[in-house]
T-cell receptor
């Protein structure tokens, strides 16, 4: 059974650029959530999508956005990158909210 | 969302049983308790979830007292590979409002 797949695994971007990260959930999982993990702030919730609709949103600026497609795959976009956006971005999927989430291995974003 | 409190770190030796306690005084009626394990540069991995009393799976046991204001994750006979950060989370299941709110977690170090 395939797990949650996140691409790319590593990414280096320059300040001011934008980036798009991709997440393919486990087949049959309709809930996809995104998290940012940094050494200082730990794991922080970004947003959750369920059946192509954003159902929950964390406390992040509007530069962070996402979407979910009809096949449940999800993308998140960060515009006007800042140095502080350097982090491990994790995607998690579940059948529905609160079920045992399965996380991907993450995308390590470095902003220089 | 109920806030959780865990010890920052714990030390153990191979073969010992480890019990990590989590406090969640403001747990709501619909909230479940879920534990995740995370290795460096990987996404968290679901360990166990419970609502009350005791839950056991092939990896761990979860003990929840009647008042549900705390819970204890029990890892039997730990090995070096159990060295990781363990997160206790509290939230509703299938509510449409459930997001995973991670605290700082407990860094478990298992020594030979």
């Amino acid at each position: 059974k395939a797990g949650v797949t996140q691409t790319p695994r590593y990414l280096i971007k320059t300040r001011g650029q934008q980036v798009t990260l991709s997440c393919s959930p486990i087949s049959g999982h309709r809930s996809v959530s995104w998290y940012q993990q940094t050494p200082g702030q730990g794991l922080q919730f970004l947003f959750e999508y369920f059946s192509e609709t954003q159902r929950n949103k964390g406390n992040f600026p509007g530069r962070f956005s996402g979407r979910q497609f009809s096949n449940s795959r999800s993308e998140m976009n960060v515009s006007t990158l800042e140095l502080g956006d350097s982090a491990l971005y994790l995607c998690a999927s579940s059948v529905d909210s609160g079920d045992g989430y399965t996380f991907g291995s993450g995308t390590r974003l470095t902003v220089v | 969302l109920a806030k959780t409190t865990q010890p920052i770190s714990m030390d153990s030796y191979e073969g010992q049983e480890v019990n990590i306690t989590c406090s969640h005084n403001n747990i709501a009626t619909n909230d479940y308790i879920t534990w995740y394990q995370q290795f460096p540069s990987q996404g968290p991995r679901f360990i166990i979830q419970g609502y009350k009393t005791k839950v056991t799976n092939e990896v761990a046991s979860l003990f929840i007292p009647a008042d549900r204001k705390s819970s204890t994750l029990s890892l039997p006979r730990v090995s070096l590979s159990d060295t990781a950060v363990y997160y206790c989370l509290v939230g509703a299941v299938n509510s449409g409002y459930s997001t995973l709110t991670f605290g700082k977690g407990t860094m478990l170090l298992v020594s030979p």
